[in-house]
């Protein structure tokens, strides 16, 4: 751990705070109050500090000169915090500089190793050129965090890796991830597969032991499941980030329940912690089990759901096709989540490794490690598996990781024991009722239409001043998406929703029961238990 900080890096109304302080100080992003969570937890995290996003202030480009005089001091307490020198010659402090964005971000920008000397410019003016860059590059309101450098490619006991404290595509507990042996963090940005988790426990055994010791922390202090990124130093572990963890429709209703077992949130938590699509994700129709498959492809399960439609091979002329074309899209590289081809597709077939776990609320997919596509035979081959054409008809099963010829049967899916509580805990939430229709006296809000969507809270006071007294919430099929999963108030009493998804209205239910703006029929507003009856 780095020694303390002293007294004389503490003055109010500063714009540069120290990580540990910056959860409580000033205009910082979601990173820099991470990164001070896990601080206090007492788990290493390199030194640092942040720039709060008001920090420029009016100034439109450079960087004031009280704020640069204050960066210098901050740059002064990491030389005392590290033993490193900025622009040493022999072993420099070196620091990486990245944007922390208020808000979502789809991007952050990160500069990395500033401060080596040797350059044409002094490592001062590159690391003042880099905090201004982030400001240069955003349009929204971003903070910048500066953090010592921790080295993963130093020796054979480095390394670095990413780690979720549990499985994001089933929810089970324990620790699911990948290591990179000497590399650094930045190495993942190209998706490489690196080597299992616990090939660590063999390179750096105390290191291993230390990470297992410290998700269970972060997970606790989180209250939720994390995802974390991590550095090997020389076999000393090093946390660079932690957040809650993206996870697949089984995982969010598994980890929710369960952690509301453990006693980590309440029953309320859990019912806002599952996205409504992922619940109606499962109840999306499976593969029917009586029936003999032509099995194409085996690969990971990536997102939940059966999707069928022709091939078109990523990288071909089929690949710009009409988004409302039955396409399953085939791609060996990494999963294009934001391509237009993406967003139309059925479902997806990529050799990207995991990452297709990223599609929670996407079309089903698999990913098959070792894909290859080739655009001008019109081919896509996997190791051991059959090829198939561009045009070829088949069907993908994103839970079950098969990709198979034509299209089979399907039934209806079963729920399991663990939705089945959680769906007895919206249950318990009785004054808004599903039905398939508007029921008399009720006023609909009907979220299929363009401006309803665009402006929900304001379409629920309209109809509240013109009198609506019980008013039903429509939701058209596969709409749920559009659905904030926290919806304004008002004198809800039903959800309208298809048959297909009941199971998601029943939770959309009881969020809107839990927002009641007028007491309900019976004069009873149900309680809001902490924990899970016994």
Not at 253 to 263: C, N, T
Not at 472 to 486: C, E, K, S, T
Request: proline share 10%.
């Amino acid at each position: 751990m780095p020694p303390p900080l002293s007294a004389e890096f503490r003055p109010a109304h500063r714009h540069v705070h120290p990580l540990e302080s910056s959860q409580a100080n000033g205009v910082v992003g979601r990173t820099a109050r991470n990164l001070a969570a896990i601080t206090a937890i007492e788990l290493p995290v390199p030194p640092g500090f942040a720039i709060t996003a008001d920090a420029r202030g009016a100034q439109r480009t450079g960087l004031p000169e009280a704020l640069v005089t204050q960066i210098r001091a901050a740059v002064s307490q990491l030389e005392a915090r590290t033993g490193k020198r900025f622009g040493d010659s022999t072993d420099p402090l070196l620091v990486a500089v990245r944007a922390d964005p208020i808000g979502d971000a789809p991007r952050v920008p990160v500069a990395l190793h500033v401060g080596l000397p040797g350059r044409p410019v002094a490592p001062m003016d590159q690391l003042l050129a880099a905090i201004d860059a982030v400001w240069d590059a955003e349009r929204a309101d971003v903070a910048v965090i500066v953090q010592a450098m921790v080295s993963g490619s130093r020796d054979a006991r480095s390394g670095s890796g990413v780690v979720f404290t549990r499985d994001p595509a089933t929810g089970s507990p324990g620790a699911y991830g990948r290591f990179l042996a000497e590399r650094d963090g930045d190495h993942w940005r190209s998706n490489p597969p690196g080597e299992p988790l616990y090939s660590l426990r063999h390179r750096s055994p105390d290191a291993f032991d230390a990470l297992e010791a410290a998700l269970p922390m972060i997970e606790t202090g989180f209250r939720d499941m994390c995802e974390v990124r991590f550095t090997i130093e020389s076999g000393a572990l090093w946390i660079l980030q932690a957040r809650p963890g993206r996870r697949d429709a089984t995982a969010a209703v598994r980890i929710a329940v369960e952690l509301v077992d453990e006693g980590l949130i309440g029953i309320p938590q859990a019912l806002d912690r599952v996205p409504a699509p992922a619940v109606a994700r499962l109840q999306s129709p499976v593969l029917a089990t009586d029936q003999a498959l032509s099995v194409l492809m085996r690969g990971k399960p990536g997102s939940l759901g059966v999707g069928a439609g022709r091939v078109v091979l990523d990288g071909s002329d089929g690949a710009a096709a009409d988004p409302h074309d039955d396409v399953v899209l085939v791609c060996d590289g990494p999963a294009p989540m934001l391509a237009d081809a993406a967003r139309g597709a059925r479902a997806i077939v990529t050799a990207a490794p995991d990452g297709t776990r990223k599609l929670v609320s996407g079309p089903p997919a698999v990913s098959v490690p070792g894909l290859r596509v080739d655009p001008s035979r019109g081919l896509a081959r996997a190791p051991g598996g059959r090829s198939i054409a561009e045009g070829d008809r088949v069907t993908v099963d994103g839970g079950a990781g098969l990709v198979v010829k034509g299209d089979p049967k399907l039934v209806a899916a079963q729920l399991d024991t663990t939705l089945a509580r959680l769906l007895d805990w919206c249950d318990g939430y009785p004054d808004v009722t599903v039905v398939t229709e508007v029921p008399p006296g009720h006023v609909a809000i009907d979220l299929g239409a363009p401006e309803i969507r665009a402006d929900l809270a304001g379409a629920v006071q309209a109809a509240v001043a013109g009198g609506a007294g019980r008013l039903a919430l429509r939701v058209p099929l596969g709409g749920l998406d559009q659905l904030d999963p926290h919806p304004p108030r008002g004198p809800w009493a039903a959800v309208v929703a298809a048959p297909e998804e009941a199971w998601a209205a029943r939770l959309v239910a009881a969020r809107l029961a839990r927002r009641l703006e007028f007491p309900p029929s019976n004069g009873v507003r149900p309680a809001d238990p902490d924990v899970a009856p016994a």
